[in-house]
């Protein structure tokens, strides 16, 4: 009965090497359901044994088992083969490649207003000024009537700035705080005193720094903001001077060909007063939403110090003279980028921070 031993060792051949050559465990699953499954190839071949003659049946049922145990064998062998090649896959995945540039790592960089009020001071630098800075919290005496700003003022309003009330020196329902009320500053000009008090002429400063207001906040008003002061206190120092350092600074800053112009302005603490505006940076002077159809936009206002502040500094007036000048760096940022909206600047929202190029 040499059919059965043929099939026998056939089955042993072929099946072998289809194991070798299974791609996966899935497909290896499969091979083995059908080579030695209880309907498989084996077990068909086995029944056969039943019809071979009886001589013949030890030595054929003997190579059965032998073949049944080699190809159990290599499936298994193949079933780890399949496993090692998975843990190959995975570590050339992993893989390190030393020779790779390095990824870089995110770090910060400043926020666009602090950009650009480190870009103000170092034009400033150039022309000799160097920093000088004061507290946010101020007394009343600094942050008005030094500065020529009589208690009667509009800008000594309850409500126009916000007071740092000391506990029980306001009582319930008395909107008249007390005399000695310490308050957030709401400009930087209480600086200009402190300064003039500390320093020596020339005196050259700038200084920078946070203020408060009370104010309703919506799309162009904060009740905190950011503002750069200047101060310039020497002998025969006049309004020429103010008037040709602004408008370098202003072509530093928005490019040598842009427009400037200055109108008479008022501030209690400046004797003249003046604004100054540049071109509209939106329209380029046509006129538009942004500059209000005039083509202008003011970005700074300034003046000779006033006689009053200047001897409220230490200086006598008919001896030094000064001029300041004031702009809004929260603003000029926004000109800058196209900010719509000053809410954003002050969100802390790292999807606004983010978009724009590192500072330095
Ligand atoms: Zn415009």
New binding site residues.
Partial sequence: MSELRDALESLRTDASARVASVADANALAELRHELLGRSGTLTALLKQLGSVPAEERPALGQLANRVRAELEAAIEARQSALAGDDDDAWLAEEALDMSAPGRPVPIGHLHPVMTLMRDVREIFHAYGFEVFEGPEIETEEYNFELLNIPPDHPSRDLWDTLYVAEPGSVEAGNPEPARDETILRTHTSPVQIRAMRALEPPIRILMPGRCFRHDAVDASHGFEFFQIEGLVVDRDTSLADLKGLLEEVARALYGRDVPTRFRPGYYPFTEPSVAFDIG?L??????????K???W?TILGAGMVHPTVLRNGGFDPDEFQGYAFGMGPDRMTMLRHGIGDIRLVFSADLRFGTQFPAGH
């Avoid at 939106?282 to 500059?291: K, L, Q, T, Y």
């Fill in positions: 509209c939106v329209c380029g002077g046509e006129g538009c939403p942004a500059c159809r005039t083509g936009m």
